[in-house]
């Protein structure tokens, strides 16, 4: 059997609150960190050289020997996908915009047409774009005056973007580009100016600048600048455009500033941040409608506010708080008020007429189904865009008439190799908490599959900042369950699926609770007679590759395998670096563990790095991006170095990292379903279905 790589120990002790902790794989850490998310190649030779080993291990391993059946999922998965799809037109003015793929390709192709119907025109083909190497499309905006493109691209990976021009008329780019920006692209009504957002030395958005199209970048106006390094900024604009939206903010705390795009001048402050309130706005007749949690309405209201006075004070409320009704976004139109709500785990959505007031709700039967809004260009219309889907039902999109309640099916999500709703089975049950509390479980597998207690299991979890993950349809996923398997989405605090107070209960010093309710849901898949310990194979990416960390830590047995997807295991060394860009606004959601030793403490307690511990872990693969800047490769690193130095199983231990990738991954489509295909094999195998 080929030797796993084993990463040298170097001396490195750190002092902390009195306490003194070695960690003898610092090293990982480049010190020119920065550099290597723009330039990979100056990553320094040890390192580089200790990753490649780990690639080159996984490889020889594992990837070589399973590639027949990576292959052939990856096959499967991409048969439902139609390869040549265009998605549905949205209307502005006299054109209607739409994007749609080619067969063969990875990447969107950008395209219009005329509003009532006419002759196809290419915006922008990304695939032409692209090259060889890595491309992540940050998207285009058409300016007001429907000539020219902005659109912007990534090519590391690191989310330095390059916001480029073309021209509508030509087809090709002006020459004119903003370089590294972290993102924007609102433009100025008359379609001479644009505002961006870019990144401090440590890849925070900070700053919002103005471009005026045909002076140089360095000429750029500074519009606004946070420097708290705490607070991130953001750009965009109300859906009647009357106003520029500068929103800078933490995990819990927002501020909003905004711009007259009649009246440009300096940003004016709605209400000044109050610590633990959050808000944003819409705009419609000189009134701002603002979502916020204000006044104790931890599950959100909707409030009102003049716009020559939208201070605090002048907040009037007009949808009220409900407890357990949490209010995720709003959209404002001419006549209507619309809110995508969740109560018990599942959306609706609530129109509300302006003129009578009156409200009604678009309701869905199924047990567990996702649902989204789709904002659009208008302001000045009676339509709303949704879409539906659920883990048996293809997505669907529908355009509702809000004048007559109608609705319009668009288009259906269509699986060329085929697929039978009726041969699934989708169940929502509830898991027991250590604290009692009920954990929402949705499951989806193939109908008549015994349930005899021996069926495998892929449980995925999440739980953090808030994000609930959707009951939706995965053609991916039927590459599992189709083979016998369960997949079962655990729905744990630390999520809103049951409102803020099931986000609250599972951040800062709740954190523990995400990591029991996800064993909770384990058990009690066992306990209902689904599946063993030792069948089911743990999933999780980024905070949910740290509850990955943690559970393998706390229950080893239970796990068949864990899939670990840029993991974010290094909580503590992280959280105590606040020269990395994350580490300042992540302090509300975990703690801040430099100034707090109760916080340090706790965080120590359950870092999956810092609890290592001699004992056996089950098949373990961590997946990993060199430029990325949201998880760094050195956490997942450092995780796996320990792992293989201290446990004390035979068990595969895996590291993949993606030496042109960030923190999505490979670029492209197909690229993505090589990656989801390949974690699918490693499930499969810890199952004895490899």
Not at 447 to 454: H, S
Not at 552 to 565: F, S, T
Request: aromatic share 10%; hydrophobic share 35%.
């Amino acid at each position: 059997m080929p030797k796993p790589p084993v990463a040298e120990r170097r001396p490195h002790d750190v002092t902390h609150h009195g306490v003194i902790r070695s960690d003898p794989y610092h090293w990982l850490r480049a010190d020119n960190w920065q550099q290597v998310m723009q330039e990979p190649e100056t990553l320094p030779a040890d390192i580089r050289d200790y990753i490649e080993a780990e690639n080159a291990f996984f490889a020889e391993e594992f990837e070589t020997p399973k590639a027949e059946l990576t292959e052939k999922i990856y096959r499967e998965i991409r048969g439902r996908i139609k390869e040549d799809d265009t998605g549905v037109p949205t209307v502005d003015g006299p054109w209607a915009y739409n994007s749609r793929m080619e067969e063969g390709q990875q990447y969107p192709i950008l395209i219009r047409t005329p509003r009532d119907g006419g002759e196809e025109q290419i915006l922008l083909d990304c695939n032409a774009e692209a090259g060889e190497g890595y491309f992540g499309f940050g998207g285009g905006d058409h300016d007001p005056s429907h000539r020219l493109l902005a659109w912007s691209a990534d090519r590391r990976g690191s989310e330095y973007y390059t916001l480029q021009f073309r021209d509508l008329e030509t087809g090709k780019d002006t020459g004119e580009t903003i370089k590294d920006i972290a993102g924007g692209g609102v433009w100025s009504p008359d379609s001479k100016a644009i505002y961006y957002t870019e990144y401090d030395e440590s890849h925070r958005p900070w700053r919002v600048r103005k471009h005026v199209m045909g002076t140089p970048q360095a000429d750029d106006e500074i519009v606004f600048e946070e420097l708290d390094p705490g607070f991130f900024v953001g750009v965009d604009e109300t859906l009647s455009h009357s106003h520029v939206v500068i929103n800078t903010h933490d995990h819990q705390t927002s501020e909003v500033w905004v711009i007259d795009q009649k009246k440009p001048g300096k940003p004016v402050c709605i209400s000044p941040r109050v610590t633990d309130r959050e808000y944003d706005i819409e705009e419609r007749d000189g009134v701002f409608y603002i979502l916020t949690n204000a006044d104790g309405a931890e599950d959100s209201k909707i409030v009102t506010a003049p716009v020559a006075t939208p201070g605090a004070e002048n907040w009037t409320d007009l949808a009220p708080h409900t407890p357990g009704v949490l209010i995720l976004d709003i959209i404002v139109i001419r006549d209507h008020l619309i809110r995508l709500e969740r109560s018990e785990g599942l959306p609706r959505i609530v129109v509300r007429e302006f003129e009578t007031g009156r409200e009604w709700t678009v309701k869905f039967d199924e047990e567990a189904y996702s649902l989204g809004m789709s904002e659009g260009f208008e302001f000045d219309t009676t339509t709303l865009r949704f879409s539906y889907s659920s883990p048996t039902t293809p997505s669907r999109v529908y355009d509702l008439d809000l004048a007559t309640g109608e609705r319009t099916l668009l288009k259906e999500q269509e699986v060329p190799s085929g697929h039978n709703p009726e041969d699934y089975e989708t169940k929502r049950i509830f898991a027991e908490a250590p604290d009692g509390e009920q954990v929402p479980v949705t499951l989806l597998y193939r109908r008549g599959l015994p349930l005899d207690g021996t069926a495998p299991v892929l449980l995925y979890g999440y739980g953090a900042y808030g994000i609930a993950l959707p009951a939706n349809f995965s053609v991916s996923k039927l590459s599992l369950v189709d083979r016998g398997v369960i997949y079962a989405t655990a729905h744990i605090r630390g999520g809103m699926e049951k409102g803020y107070a099931w986000y609250r209960n599972g951040r800062r010093d709740k954190k523990p609770n995400s990591f029991t309710d996800f064993i909770a849901a384990a058990e009690a898949l066992i306990a209902a007679g689904y599946t063993a310990p030792g069948r089911i194979v743990a999933e999780g990416g980024s905070a949910g590759g740290m509850l990955m960390g943690a559970i393998a830590n706390l229950r080893p047995e239970l796990w068949a395998g864990v899939i670990a997807e840029v993991p974010f295991v290094d909580v503590l060394n992280t959280m105590l670096d606040d020269t990395l860009p994350l580490t300042p606004p992540e302090w509300p959601e975990w703690g801040n563990p430099i100034t707090s030793k109760d916080d340090f403490e706790r965080i120590a307690a359950y870092a999956p790095y810092e609890q290592v511990a001699a004992k056996d872990y089950p098949p373990i693969l961590a997946l990993a991006g060199l430029t990325d800047p949201r998880v760094t490769y050195w956490e997942p690193a450092k995780w796996v170095a320990k792992l293989r130095a201290t446990k004390t199983d035979a068990n595969a231990l895996y590291l993949k990292t993606h030496m042109d990738a960030g923190h999505g991954g490979a670029s492209g489509r197909f690229e993505q379903l090589k990656e989801t295909a390949l974690s699918y094999s490693f499930a499969l195998d810890c199952v004895g279905l490899g």
